[in-house]
């Protein structure tokens, strides 16, 4: 009888800024992580919602509502140094490696100027680039 074990990449745990998503195998460079999903909305109807927490721009006319607690992507948190990197392609939003992750790190990338103008800026950042800095 042949058994094997499916052991997830990565799992939901507490961060510094709540919860995160953290690498439970070694991820190499490059390596394909999650997909941000979620229901596609109409930039139009973006711009009529309150809470832009968990939305994600694919282009000009196309955002994705990443907030639905089965969007698994939605817990990787927000890096200064991140080690992975979100490709949209083709309308979708892709998580990969940008370099190797070990088991126990936190698994964040880059959010961008604008949310990071919006919603991180004002209380202060506070992924790991940020903590060693204001330690130091």
């Not at 000009?60 to 990197?85: L, M």
């Not at 990338?109 to 204001?134: E, H, L, V």
């Amino acid at each position: 009888m042949k058994t094997e074990t499916s052991q997830k990449p990565f799992r939901v745990g507490r961060s510094l800024t709540g919860l995160g998503l953290f690498a439970t195998l070694e991820i190499q460079k490059g390596t394909f992580i999650i997909e941000y999903v979620g229901p596609r909305l109409s930039n139009d109807e973006v711009s009529r919602r309150r809470n832009t927490r968990y939305l994600f721009e694919v282009n000009s006319r196309w955002t994705i509502d990443g907030s639905p607690r089965w969007n698994i992507a939605r817990y990787i948190n927000h890096s200064c140094r991140p080690n992975a990197e979100a490709v949209v392609s083709r309308g979708r939003i892709r998580i990969k490696a940008i370099k190797r992750i070990k088991p126990g790190d936190e698994i964040t990338y880059n959010y961008g100027k604008s949310y990071f103008d919006t919603f991180i800026k004002p209380i202060g950042c506070k992924c790991g680039a940020c903590m060693a800095r204001a330690r130091a």
